[in-house]
């Protein structure tokens, strides 16, 4: 696609329960990242993935985190059993290998877990 | 190690005023260095990019930020501020394994007409 397209836009869920983030990486892109923003913070790496390599998991918060990437390209990011802290924007982002290229972003999916 | 430090993370300028966003770099090789912009419910937009070439570099909206080793920094600069420039804004360092970016922890910029 033309750019990164993440799904859904919103999400408001109930503590405990599970949720799934999607993204849908620029066609050609072999690294995709997903980091989480929360209100009035920064970025916080989450997790990166680089085409067949074993992904970089070291910014996962718990292991109610995990995230796969099906056939380099889409991937998802699971919750399991959501806590109120968990409550952010999640962003993906993905970009060409090397550090020359910088990302694009998509317009993050906003999760609220009540 | 890589990191980035965001000096201010609220700015607030006049309108057609001087635009200075500070961002300074810790980096364990030649760092290659980025400004993104966030605008309200949106995600991140590459402002400019260093990676070794000129070290004044020009990014989109009026936008320019000179990276000097010395001072181990990459400040963002606009010479006259517009309202459409109110957003946040993030810099970045790339470095070390992987492609990962470290960003600051951002800048929130108001422009008061």
């Known amino acids: 696609g033309a750019g990164v397209s993440q799904s859904p836009s919103n999400k408001v869920t109930e503590k405990g329960k599970d949720v799934e983030l999607r993204c849908d990486p620029i066609?050609?892109?072999?690294?995709l990242y997903w980091y989480r923003q929360s209100l009035g913070q920064g970025l916080e790496f989450l997790i990166y993935?680089?085409?067949?390599?074993?992904?970089?998991k070291s910014g996962l918060p718990s292991d109610r985190f995990s995230a796969e990437r099906t056939g380099g390209s889409v991937s998802t990011l699971t919750i399991q059993r959501t806590q109120q802290e968990d409550s952010a924007v999640y962003l993906c982002?993905?970009?060409?290998?090397?550090?020359?290229?910088?990302?694009?972003f998509g317009s993050g999916t906003r999760l609220t877990v009540v | 190690a890589q990191s980035v430090t965001q000096l201010g993370s609220h700015v607030s300028v006049s309108e057609g005023a001087l635009v200075l966003l500070r961002c300074n770099y810790s980096?364990?090789?030649?760092?290659?260095l980025f400004w993104y912009v966030q605008y309200p419910n949106q995600g991140l937009q590459l402002l400019l990019k260093?990676?070794?070439?000129?070290?004044l570099v020009k990014g989109i909206n009026g936008f320019e930020a000179e990276f000097k080793k010395s001072e181990t920094s990459f400040h963002l600069t606009k010479p006259s501020a517009h309202m459409s420039d109110a957003a946040e804004y993030f810099c970045?360092?790339?470095?070390?394994?992987?492609?990962?970016?470290?960003f600051g922890t951002g800048t929130s910029l108001t422009v008061i007409p």
């Open positions: 970045a360092v790339s470095g070390g394994t992987g492609n990962q970016f470290y």
């Open positions: 980096s364990s090789v030649p760092p290659y």
């Open positions: 260093y990676t070794s070439a000129a070290t």
């Open positions: 066609s050609g892109h072999t690294a």
């Open positions: 982002a993905s970009s060409l290998e090397g550090r020359f290229y910088g990302y694009t």
């Open positions: 993935f680089q085409g067949n390599s074993a992904p970089d």
